[in-house]
C-alpha cells in the first residue's frame, strides 16, 4: 500500500526554496555508483530550476538527468520540457550520455522506444533514482498519462508514446519506471487544480496519478497552502 505525506507551503516562495534545497541535495550526491534526477515539466518547478541554476549548483560527474514526459515537439520550442529546464542543465554541464532527453527528433514510436532504451540502461546499470518530481494536472493526470487507456498501455513498458488531449503526442515514463524513484515528490502550486488535489490528498483509487504511483511504499506532495485554503472553501 502506498502512503501519501503533505507538505503544506505557506506560500509559493516557501515551496520554491524548499524545492531549490531538495534538488540541491540531490544534485551533490556524488555517489559513485551514479545517481540520477527525473524532472518534471510544466510551469510550476521552473522558478526553482532557474533558482538553482543561478546559484551554480556543484559539477557532478556521477549525475544523470532525466524527464518524466516530454511533449513531441523540437528540443528547442518554448513547449519542449528539455527547452525550458535548460537554464539548469546548462550550468549543470553534463556529458550527453548522462542527460536523458527525449529524442524528439526520431519518429514518435522511435522516440519512445529510444527513451525506454536508455532508461533501461540507466536502471540496468545500477544507477539510483535518487530524486523523481511530478506535477498533477487539473484532470488528474501526472506526467504525460492522462487515462486509464494510457496506464494499460504501460504495463511492461517503462516508456511509451501518447495521444495527449491538447492534441499533442508526447512521451511519458510509465508507472513501471516510476517504482524505481526512491523519492518522488508530487509539486502542486496555482489554483484550477482544487478537485485533483482533494482527490489525491483521499488516495483516490480513480485518479490516474494516484494510480501511476502505485508501485512505491510512499510518495510526497507538495503543495502552496492557498491551493489548500481554496479547497476548503469548497467543501
Same mark, same amino acid.
Given at each position: @500500500? ?27 550526491? *556524488? ?6 534526477? @527525473? ?57 550527453? *550520455? ?25 536502471? *540496468? ?8 518530481? /511530478? ?26 508514446? &501518447?495521444?495527449?488531449?491538447?492534441? @499533442? ?8 519506471? /516510476? ?5 518522488? &515528490? ?14 489525491? @490528498? ?7 496519478? $494516484? ?10 506532495? $507538495? ?7 481554496? /479547497?476548503?472553501?469548497?467543501?
Amino acid at each position: @500500500m502506498t502512503t501519501l505525506h503533505t507538505r503544506r507551503f505557506v506560500s509559493r516562495a516557501e515551496l520554491d526554496a524548499a524545492l531549490v534545497h531538495r534538488l540541491g541535495r540531490a544534485v551533490a550526491d *556524488d555517489s559513485q555508483s551514479g545517481t540520477a534526477i @527525473m524532472l518534471s515539466g510544466g510551469k510550476t518547478p521552473l522558478p526553482a530550476y532557474r533558482e538553482l541554476a543561478a546559484r551554480g549548483p556543484k559539477h557532478n560527474e556521477h549525475l544523470h538527468i532525466l524527464f518524466s514526459d516530454e511533449r513531441y515537439v523540437p528540443s528547442t520550442a518554448d513547449a519542449s520540457n528539455y527547452h525550458q529546464a535548460c537554464e539548469l542543465l546548462n550550468e549543470l554541464a553534463l556529458p550527453e *550520455d548522462s542527460l536523458l532527453r527525449v529524442r524528439t527528433e526520431l519518429p514518435l514510436a522511435s522516440a519512445a522506444q529510444d527513451y525506454e532504451r536508455r532508461l533501461a540502461g540507466l536502471l *540496468d546499470a545500477g544507477i539510483r533514482i535518487r530524486l523523481g518530481l /511530478l506535477g498533477l494536472g487539473p484532470d488528474g493526470h501526472t506526467a504525460s498519462l492522462f487515462e486509464a487507456a494510457d496506464l494499460e498501455r504501460a504495463q511492461g513498458h517503462l516508456a511509451i508514446a &501518447v495521444e495527449r488531449p491538447d492534441g @499533442m503526442a508526447g512521451i511519458s515514463v510509465t508507472p513501471e519506471f /516510476l517504482a524505481h524513484v526512491e523519492e518522488l &515528490v508530487f509539486v502542486v502550486a496555482g489554483g484550477g487544480k482544487h478537485d485533483a488535489i482533494r482527490s489525491l @490528498m483521499n488516495c483516490d483509487p480513480r485518479l490516474i496519478a $494516484w494510480r501511476a504511483v502505485q508501485g512505491l511504499t510512499s510518495v510526497e506532495l $507538495w503543495v502552496e497552502q492557498a491551493a489548500i485554503f481554496s /479547497l476548503m472553501a469548497l467543501v
